[in-house]
């Protein structure tokens, strides 16, 4: 069954990839959703970073740029499932945990594109799951972190089990409520691990439809 990822290049979704994989779905392509600038959704990744993530992992990337207008996000989105319909896809794979607006969101617009939508991490333990990452190997640093939710000397730390054991009680271990969000460096499936060097963090003003925060990045590069 040929079948695609919805690819932010953090710990969930490829956790979600390595279980549509151990299920029997042929997951070879990897869409991300990028800002007008060509970074990454949410995460602020840059297009070489993700193209060498999806490169080590032998897949094909689809970055989909989406342009700062009302509405657009799901133009673009339901454009590319459209197309990954059209290209043999029938299964579209998310990392989503228990969010469910997300859930209830991302399901029709698949469905309504002909493709089935596939959560292997849904409505699991988030203690559990995270644990989980930690034991199979995928190996993440954070890079981004709510500062409203999160202490910003977090970002850049590598998400291990020190990590989890450190993280206040009241943040999600999976920083599913968007306390944090994470690049996978290594995982098992990846072809070598990726070198990496961190140019510093800088804070950004979230934006609408984001809550009033600040959120602060850490800037990676490839070490070529």
Do not use: N
């Amino acid at each position: 069954m040929k079948t695609a990822v919805s690819w932010s290049a953090g710990k969930d979704s490829c956790l979600a990839w390595q279980r549509a994989r151990e299920a029997g779905f042929d997951v070879q392509t990897f869409l991300t959703m990028q800002d007008g600038d060509g970074l990454s959704k949410s995460h602020a990744l840059s297009p070489a970073l993700v193209a060498a993530q999806v490169a080590a992992l032998g897949g094909t990337w689809i970055a989909a740029a989406v342009a700062a207008e009302p509405g657009e996000y799901g133009r673009v989105f339901a454009a590319q499932l459209r197309a990954l319909r059209s290209s043999g896809h029938t299964h579209m794979v998310f990392g989503d945990i228990d969010l469910q607006a997300h859930r209830d969101w991302l399901s029709p617009m698949c469905e309504r594109a002909g493709l089935v939508p596939l959560f292997p991490l849904w409505g699991e333990q988030r203690a559990a799951l995270a644990q989980e990452i930690v034991q199979r190997g995928i190996r993440a640093r954070l890079v981004c972190v709510d500062t409203q939710r999160l202490d910003a000397a977090f970002c850049g730390a590598e998400y291990d089990a020190a990590l989890l054991a450190r993280l206040p009680p009241q943040v999600c271990p999976c920083g599913e409520d968007g306390e944090f969000h994470t690049f996978v460096w290594y995982a098992p499936g990846f072809a070598a691990p990726l070198a990496l060097r961190s140019r510093g963090t800088h804070t950004v003003a979230a934006t609408p439809p984001l809550r009033p925060t600040t959120l602060v990045f850490d800037t990676l590069e490839l070490v070529l």
